[in-house]
């Protein structure tokens, strides 16, 4: 079975601070693909990044950069020089290639707060 | 523009009532999907379609029905039968996956239903 961890349920910090949302994961599939989501307040999940079992190497994004360690199962996000517009809830996510088009299995969500 | 379009954004129901939430999606995908999230929740699998006229249950599928008569629309009937259907409903969609390569789901705006 697939099971995904976001020990944090909520951070808050000041603005420009740096922060990482820390995402655990168990399979047992050698072959997997690992997703962060965004989610607004409007709803809508927004796509982030995309990562498959074979490829850890880390992947910087503007002010986002994400570290991916399959010795720990561990796929977490970290935003630099946070700013307010970075307040959401974000989900990190897991697809198995199990041979069909299963959906993600979610974590819970890290509810970031970023104060002025 | 392309994307996922659900309606409506709000949905009220009595209970008893079956309703029908709307996805659309003018993405060109194969695969759709459905959830369910609840507060403080992560998001679950509740169908998922790969083609047309072929759809399967996902983890959460008591109480609810889907169709897939078209590749762009896979609406989804909250029935009866579901014990607490208040929840809020994303619907994505994604290029069909194969075993060698599966690609980010792409998440409409969401409805809102609540039973009263």
């Known amino acids: 079975a697939q099971k995904v961890t976001q020990a944090q349920t909520e951070i808050s910090v000041v603005e420009k601070e740096d922060v990482t949302l820390d995402c655990v994961y168990e399979?047992?599939?050698?072959?997997?693909?690992l997703f962060w989501y965004k989610q607004p307040p409007s709803g809508e999940l927004v796509f982030l990044i995309r990562r498959n079992s074979f490829d850890e190497q880390n992947e910087i994004s503007g002010r986002y950069s994400w570290n991916f360690q399959k010795s720990t199962s561990s796929f977490n996000f970290t935003i630099t020089a946070s700013q307010v517009v970075d307040s959401a809830v974000y989900f990190c996510a897991l697809l198995y290639s199990g041979g069909g088009a299963d959906g993600l299995t979610f974590g819970k969500g890290t509810h970031l707060i970023i104060q002025p | 523009d392309g994307g996922i379009t659900q309606s409506p954004k709000y949905l009220f129901r009595k209970e008893g009532q079956n309703v029908t939430l709307s996805c659309e999606q003018n993405l060109n995908h194969d695969a759709m999907y459905w959830y369910r999230q609840d507060p403080g929740q992560g998001l679950r699998l509740i169908y998922y379609s790969q083609i047309v006229n072929d759809f399967q249950k996902g983890d959460i599928a008591e109480g609810y029905s889907v169709s897939r008569e078209k590749k762009e629309s896979f609406p989804l009937t909250v029935t009866s039968a579901q014990k607490n259907p208040t929840a809020f409903y994303l619907c994505?969609?994604?290029?069909?996956?194969?075993?060698?390569?599966?690609?980010?789901?792409?998440f409409g705006p969401g409805t809102r239903l609540t039973v009263l």
């Open positions: 399979t047992r599939d050698t072959t997997y693909y």
């Open positions: 994505a969609s994604s290029i069909v996956a194969t075993r060698m390569s599966y690609n980010e789901q792409f």
